[in-house]
Nanobody
Framework: EVQIVESGGGSVQAGGSLRLSCAIT????????IAWFRQAPGKEREGVSC?????????YYADSVKGRFTISSDIAKSTVYLQMNSLKPEDTAVYYC???????????????????WGKGTLVTVSS
């Protein structure tokens, strides 16, 4: 069964950077899209970024993070990264990594389509 473990969260000042890691076992990059979601206290979960090609060419970013965050994958390490630069206090949230089976189709990268979820890692950005 696919297992997902996130790491790399922490506390940082506004303008700083963090790199989140999503280690995934028992899966093939060709069969899944991998997405990052976040949920801030009192707010609904939102999609942050998604990667759906093993060569890092197929990606999606929410408007709120476009130009600041970069998603990438390392197939050899079975890991997906989320490089977060120019962090803002509004980026504070628990960040979750999730996997969507593609079944040979274009993935939606939406939460409802994710079959597997990690437990999350907390990112706190102070002003």
């Amino acid at each position: 069964e696919v297992q997902i473990v996130e790491s790399g969260g922490g506390s940082v000042q506004a303008g700083g950077s963090l790199r989140l890691s999503c280690a995934i076992t028992e899966f093939s990059f060709g069969d899944y899209a991998i997405a990052w979601f976040r949920q801030a206290p009192g707010k609904e979960r939102e999609g942050v970024s998604c990667i759906f090609s093993s060569d890092n060419s197929g990606t999606y970013y929410a408007d709120s993070v476009k130009g600041r965050f970069t998603i990438s994958s390392d197939i050899a390490k079975s890991t997906v990264y989320l490089q977060m630069n120019s962090l803002k206090p509004e980026d504070t949230a628990v960040y979750y990594c999730a996997a969507e089976p593609k079944f040979g189709l274009a993935p939606s990268c939406e939460a409802i389509s994710m079959d597997y979820w990690g437990k999350g890692t907390l990112v706190t950005v102070s002003s």
